[in-house]
């Protein structure tokens, strides 16, 4: 069992939603921030979401307002609700501390879930 896994990707036609899941260990404390990136083919990873312990909310400009980042800290659980889907948020999507983890003096990142949107 890795420390991040994520659930919750899928093929959807635009203007779909998608709810996302990722389990942390509890390694990772309930007071770090989390986030949700995402990996377009031939782009760089970005940072699409992040929450607070508290449950604030930080979003890039292209997502704000149709998705929604929210976490269960006793279940150290983070999802990601993505609604009106565009075919511009095809990507893997990964989550994450923010920054990113870093074990064993290695970036770590989780297998990630595909999203993929498309009519």
């Known amino acids: 069992q890795g420390q991040l896994v994520e659930s919750g990707g899928g093929s959807v036609q635009p203007g779909g939603s998608l709810r996302l899941s990722c389990a942390a260990s509890?390694?990772?404390?309930?007071?770090?921030?989390m986030g949700w990136y995402r990996q377009a083919p031939g782009k760089q990873r970005e940072l699409v979401a992040s929450i607070t312990s508290g449950g604030n909310g930080n979003y890039a400009g292209s997502v704000k307002g149709r998705f929604t980042i929210a976490r269960d800290n006793i279940k150290n659980t983070v999802y990601l609700q993505m609604n009106s889907l565009e075919p511009e948020d095809t990507a893997v999507y990964y989550c994450?501390?923010?920054?990113?983890?870093?074990?064993?003096?290695?970036?770590?990142w989780g297998q990630g879930t595909q999203v993929t949107v498309s009519s």
């Open positions: 994450n501390t923010v920054p990113s983890l870093v074990v064993n003096g290695r970036p770590y």
């Open positions: 509890r390694s990772i404390s309930s007071l770090t921030p």
